[in-house]
């Protein structure tokens, strides 16, 4: 099993920015596709970006593409979501989970096997 703590959320006004961490237990995190998700009270979970195991390939939902950025760390067993130009529809838990297998570009909820606990993200307009 993987293990993944989410940090960096907090308070930010329109048009600011965030960067999210997630770290990972266990020595394989390399061997894993690592996406980015976020959900808001009364809504289902969004899948927002998504990044292969070399850091090479990513994958963004059209409603962060261009706003935010994913990228890893391999040495350090940490994804990171850069979030730019945030709006206050942005509000929301987000959360980093892991899937194993081959690269293929899903944000596919129950395409990922395990999730962090979540992060709160909030934007005041």
């Known amino acids: 099993q993987v293990q993944l703590v989410e940090s960096g959320g907090g308070l930010v006004q329109a048009g600011g920015s965030l960067r999210l961490s997630c770290a990972a237990s266990g020595r394989t995190f390399s061997s894993y596709v690592m996406g980015w998700f976020r959900q808001a009270p009364g809504k289902e979970r969004e899948g927002l970006a998504a990044i292969n195991r070399s850091g090479g390939r990513t994958y963004y939902a059209d409603s962060v593409k261009g706003r935010f950025t994913i990228s890893r760390d391999n040495a350090k067993n940490t994804v990171y979501l850069q979030m730019d130009s945030l709006k206050p529809e942005d509000t929301a838990d987000y959360y980093c989970?892991?899937?194993?297998?081959?690269?293929?570009?899903?944000?596919?909820?129950?395409?990922?096997?395990?999730w962090g606990q979540g992060t709160q993200v909030t934007v005041s307009s």
């Open positions: 989970a892991v899937r194993g297998g081959s690269w293929y570009p899903t944000l596919g909820v129950r395409d990922y096997d395990y």
